[in-house]
């Protein structure tokens, strides 16, 4: 396999030559290991080895419940916008306490993955993976059942707490169970892949549900999909056992997760009413505040919930900057997008998810080659190339007029998808590459939080800008050309950082030598 180039080179993906075989080689030591789902056994004689990256026997299975769980929790964020309506009609809810259905469950999947990331790596990724499986499914039954908006809200919170179990865990069960190099971009690949298309083909697939059975059976779908998952996964996925178990650091995890509650409450309420409300302003300084105590507790405590010198890896730290920025403005480009293509242009709402939909399909196509990028050019190459590629893209988008446009449109944004989840899949890589096993719940923990606050903060921040304008059209081009600029920045910031890494570690081999 190609390794990067100087300017960005990979974490060496080989081992260590092995010695000479001896006589004893041939028989197997009873204490050997197994080989591990992302590790193909060592083909007989007369049979071709599997090719590099190939994912084969029994890791396919893991891949499916880990792919699975994650599809289910991307397909909740969007499954349930376009039932709002019908939704608030049965069970009472007014228009301004609609937005409750999404922030009863943003909130806690958001706070709270930092924290379940860390217990996973502490008392097992596959207890907490389970446990949140078990939660999220019973929770998706009760609001499929809600006989009032109380009973719908806290499913919908039980479901946030179920979905940040989830996530974090499963991610970590990924990157420490396919090791580093071709499977581990293989595996990353299929799930960013299935992780984008949940969240663009939710809102099509909740349309067909709520016209044809009611808004109750999108809350059935993920109900049956955790109903399928959960007897599998047990048979399947491996514990994973800490080393040494440090004390839970109790004022990192109040502080950042009151942190992050904090933030989301603010910016999903802004969304809706603006920044002007108190509440909307005493949460978002609270928040802020909490996180700059947090800053200050992990600098301090002895077993911290993040440790500082993994958030001063480079990697660590632009390829999460790389996450924030893709997924914050793809939101809102689709955001934006829907807007204008409703709004300015009459399209029906099935006619809207059409255009969505190509954007799925092209995301499928996407992943299926984003892997094979990484192992050409490297994981810190591609994810500054995807975000050039998806700043581009997105400024085509200007070129949409009053009149016509859902050709480019559908073109623009699928193509800007495309990009958008190469940045995905390689940004994973980029930020989980070179930490520790012990480490991994934490590192993936801050991926998701990456991916779930970056969805949070974009149509709040900037997306909102469609609806402010004079008309709707010129606030979707206003969000279009500051979504390109900052993508663009963004991906030149990335650039110079991970160079500098390369730089540095180019130094230090250069020194041991």
Request: aromatic letters at 6%; hydrophobic letters at 50%.
């Amino acid at each position: 396999m190609p390794t990067e180039a100087p300017a960005f080179p990979a974490t060496a993906k080989t081992s260590p030559p092995s010695p000479a075989p001896s006589a004893s080689a041939s028989r197997p030591s009873p204490s050997s290991p197994a080989p591990g789902p992302g590790t193909a056994p060592a083909p007989g004689p007369g049979t071709a080895p599997p090719p590099s990256g190939a994912i084969t026997g029994r890791a396919r299975l893991v891949l499916l419940v880990l792919c699975a769980a994650q599809f289910m929790v991307a397909l909740d964020f969007s499954v349930l916008n376009v039932a709002l309506p019908v939704l608030g009609t049965d069970l009472g809810l007014s228009p301004a306490a609609l937005q409750w259905t999404v922030t009863a469950f943003a909130l806690p999947s958001g706070g709270f993955l930092l924290l379940s990331g860390r217990l996973g790596d502490l008392y097992g990724r596959r207890k907490l993976f389970l446990a949140g499986l078990a939660l999220f499914g019973t929770a998706s039954l009760l609001a499929t059942l809600a006989w009032n908006p109380a009973v719908f809200l806290t499913g919908r919170a039980l479901q946030g707490v179920g979905a940040a179990a989830i996530v974090p865990t499963g991610m970590s069960l990924l990157t420490t169970m396919f090791p580093e190099g071709p499977r581990r971009a293989r595996a990353l690949g299929i799930s960013g892949t299935l992780l984008s298309l949940g969240y663009t083909i939710g809102m099509v697939i909740g349309g067909v549900l709520t016209d044809t059975l009611g808004w109750r059976s999108t809350m059935g779908l993920l109900t049956l999909f955790s109903a399928v998952v959960l007897p599998l996964a047990p048979r399947l996925l491996p514990e994973s056992q800490a080393p040494e178990r440090p004390r839970l650091d109790i004022p990192g995890a109040v502080t950042v997760t009151g942190g992050l509650l904090a933030l989301i409450y603010a910016l999903s309420t802004a969304a809706q009413h603006g920044f002007g409300g108190a509440d909307v302003l005493v949460t978002l300084v609270a928040g802020v505040a909490l996180l700059v105590v947090f800053g200050i507790v992990e600098s301090r405590h002895p077993a911290p919930l993040v440790s500082l010198p993994m958030l001063r890896r480079r990697t660590v730290a632009f390829g999460n900057l790389a996450g924030l920025v893709t997924f914050s403005m793809m939101s809102c480009v689709v955001f934006s997008l829907t807007l204008y293509l409703q709004e300015t242009l009459g399209l029906s709402s099935f006619r809207t998810g059409l255009v969505f939909g190509v954007q799925g399909i092209v995301s499928v196509l996407a992943g299926s080659l984003a892997s094979r990028v990484i192992d050409r050019i490297g994981a810190r190459r591609t994810v500054v190339l995807a975000l050039v590629g998806q700043g581009l893209f997105t400024a085509a988008l200007l070129g949409i007029g009053t009149g016509s446009g859902a050709i480019l449109a559908t073109a623009g944004v699928s193509l800007a998808s495309m990009c958008h989840l190469g940045v995905i899949i390689a940004y994973g890589v980029t930020a989980t590459s070179g930490v520790p096993h012990k480490e991994q719940g934490l590192a993936t923990g801050l991926v998701t939080t990456t991916q779930q606050v970056g969805i949070t903060v974009g149509i709040p921040l900037v997306g909102v800008l469609a609806t402010t304008g004079d008309t709707v059209y010129g606030g979707v081009r206003t969000v279009l050309g500051l979504t390109a600029l900052i993508v663009l920045t963004a991906a030149a910031v990335v650039a110079t950082g991970l160079r500098r890494t390369a730089t540095a570690t180019t130094t230090d081999t250069a020194t041991t030598r």
